[in-house]
């Protein structure tokens, strides 16, 4: 069983290496079998075609990712967190071009994928509960997602010197503004924004009680859950 094991972690890095320093089209049963030193058979024993074998090295490439997404520890700021996840999506991306477009353009919803949208919903949580959301955690990952994603494909596709990685944070910072908000509250006799900041306050503490109610044990009944959570979302969806 070791020994199987063994042949299965050196054909995924052998096609995991040719798909970073040749590109997908490279990575054939012949070129894999040829950098691994097994028998072409081999491969289909243990992925069935080619195609799984794919499937297994953007795996692998997504078990790299959430490694180093698990090693950054939460701070005492929701949104540095944020932003400090975002910059390391991207800078995956710009690390393992290839193994990123394997990953994001062809295997998005699969399992890994969704574990790590999980680690931005969790993140995105704690900003939901400091009152720091302006609309609600599934819109605010949804939009982090396809902005992050899409800029670090936008990056990749160009040569490195000609990268305006100042594009990418840019992005960010447009993104976390139209989602979070930061800095002092505006005086509610504000003549100006008053109305407009009172009725952001109420979204965000929406946000927030939806995301503490489903944390806590608050003793209602399903139905009176159910009837609370509709009516937070109701507040939230204004946003």
């Not at 991306?93 to 295997?107: D, F, K, S, V």
């Not at 009152?131 to 160009?158: D, F, K, Y």
């Not at 490195?160 to 503004?177: C, D």
Request: aromatic share 4%; hydrophobic share 45%.
């Amino acid at each position: 069983m070791a020994k199987r094991e063994d042949m299965r972690e050196r054909i995924i890095a052998a096609a995991a290496d040719l798909l970073a320093t040749q590109g997908q089209e490279s990575v054939t049963t012949r070129s894999v079998s040829a950098a691994a030193g097994v028998q072409p058979p081999a491969i289909y024993r243990l992925f069935g075609d080619m195609q799984g074998l794919l499937d297994a090295v953007a795996a692998d490439g997504f078990t790299r990712y959430l490694a180093e997404k698990k090693d950054q520890p939460p701070s005492g700021d929701p949104i540095d967190d944020l932003r400090a996840g975002w910059d390391l999506h991207v800078e995956f991306g710009l690390r393992h071009p290839a193994h990123y477009r394997l990953m994001y353009q062809q295997h998005a919803a699969d399992d890994p994928a969704r574990q790590a949208q999980e680690i931005l919903r969790e993140m995105l949580n704690r900003a939901a509960a400091a009152g720091l959301l302006r609309v609600p955690v599934e819109r605010a990952a949804q939009m982090i997602h396809a902005a992050s994603m899409g800029v670090t494909l936008s990056l990749i596709s160009v040569p490195p010197e000609e990268r305006q990685l100042a594009v990418s944070a840019a992005l960010r910072e447009s993104v976390l503004a139209a989602i979070a908000v930061r800095g002092p509250a505006v005086p509610a006799d504000d003549p100006v924004r008053g109305p407009a900041v009172h009725e952001d306050t109420a979204v965000r503490h929406a946000v927030a009680l939806r995301t503490l109610v489903e944390e806590v044990e608050s003793g209602f009944s399903p139905g009176e859950r159910l009837l609370l959570a509709e009516l937070l979302d109701r507040i939230a969806g204004r946003a």
